[in-house]
């Protein structure tokens, strides 16, 4: 059954009347269904104020339960986080470090999936960061990298420059046979790339909400297996993160016994109801055709930089690809070049030397078209200039 690209694009995306839109790796629109959700919550808060109270609980379930659906998960092992930098926090302070222990991560990661783990430094904790070669971070570097006082490996689904897919299953199987903890920041991949964390062996997962599953800033999901909950501390608590939350003249320090101890104090509902939202659409639709959809897309994206004589920096294998296709253009300066995009409208980053562009599932391969067509024009008038 093929997705009726044509029906969700006008009733939830109208940012395609006016923009060629082709970055969801950065910052992506929200369909009118979420603004429309994170609206109804503002009017309550208008009109009610804390009237209906326990609906946001409601709210709150609802949208836990359909990103545990998303990543393969149980809902108790579902918490939700402001942004992927405070899951990775959420590890890497609360995890039991030991004085001469060292964790791998790689040297292609964005900065959110750094910096947590550099302050580890200061503990007498190595971090070790394997070389990308080509741009890809292959498995069996991964594995040379660890040895008996490896904790811990930290890495992207997908990296944010060049698009490259990393070898979950692999990673995570190694991992599990070696007692690793192994973390995932999952922000480039989920909403457009199948997930499922039993059968990557992946112990705790973040990702917030304003990429590829199409939810405003501020709000995302954390993930932690319920066979890793006890050992990570957490280190940010509030009257949110115990048993009898909502019994406030008895303490009680008993700690939640679900994920819902990593969320310490009030949700922010609107984006709660957005995200929700979101979820809901991209469920909806089913991960698996979009991404064949997005799938498809990239192929035209490649073949058309490749026919211009791009030079394509973005993995060709199928199993190294993603929503992300980051390509150089001979003889042009690529942050003037994507400025130059921007000014007609034609929205991607720039990446890697190059310009990175991120189709969702309700761009067309018209606007695939179109976007080369407009670049081609900026390069030769920036050659010529």
């Known amino acids: ?173 190694y991992c599990q046979k070696q007692g690793i903890f192994f973390f995932v920041d999952a922000i480039q991949s989920l909403g457009v790339i199948p997930m499922d964390v039993r059968a990557y062996g992946i112990d705790a997962l973040a990702a917030d909400g304003h990429k590829w599953m199409l939810s405003p800033e501020g709000i995302g999901g954390f993930f932690i297996s319920r ?29 939640s016994p679900d994920a819902r101890r990593f969320e310490p104090g009030s949700f922010n509902t609107v984006g709660l109801a957005a995200f929700g939202a979101s979820l809901d659409l991209i469920l909806s639709v089913s991960v698996e055709r979009i991404w064949e959809r997005v799938r498809h897309l990239t192929e035209e994206a490649i073949e058309s930089a490749l026919r211009a004589e791009y030079e394509v920096v973005s993995p060709r294998l199928p199993e190294e690809r993603s929503g992300i296709v980051t390509f150089r253009v001979p003889g042009v300066d690529p942050q003037g070049l994507w400025k130059a995009l921007l000014s007609r409208n034609a929205v991607c980053s720039s990446r890697n030397g190059g310009i990175r562009i991120s189709p969702h599932f309700y761009n067309t391969s018209g606007e695939i078209a179109r976007f080369f067509e407009i670049l081609k024009e900026e390069a030769v008038a920036q050659k010529n200039a």
Not at 54 to 73: H, S
Not at 239 to 251: A, C, G, I, K, T
């Open 227 to 255: 066979d890793v909950m006890e050992m990570v501390e957490p280190v940010v608590l509030g009257w949110h993160s115990v048993r009898n939350r909502f019994d406030f003249e008895r303490y009680d320090f008993r700690l």
């Open 1 to 173: 059954m093929q997705i009726d690209v044509d029906a969700i694009r006008t009733a939830e995306f109208p940012v395609a009347d006016r923009l060629l839109y082709l970055n969801h790796a950065g910052v992506s629109p929200i369909p009118a269904s979420s603004a429309s959700a994170g609206v109804r919550i503002l009017h309550q808060y208008r009109d009610e104020g804390a009237f209906r109270l326990r609906k946001w609980v409601d709210l709150a379930d609802e949208a836990r339960g359909r990103f545990a659906r998303l990543i393969g998960a149980s809902s108790d092992e579902v918490a939700f986080i402001k942004n992927t930098s405070e899951g990775i926090s959420f590890i890497a302070a609360g995890f039991p470090w030991k004085e001469g222990d060292n964790l791998v991560t790689a040297n292609v990661e964005f900065p959110a999936n750094i910096y947590p783990w550099m302050r580890l430094e200061a503990r007498n904790i190595e971090v070790r960061m394997v070389q990308a070669k080509e741009g890809r971070v292959r498995k069996d570097d991964v594995i040379a990298a660890c040895d008996g006082k490896t904790r811990l490996v930290a890495l992207s689904s997908v990296e944010f420059a060049n698009g490259s897919r990393n070898d979950l299953p692999g990673i995570g199987e």
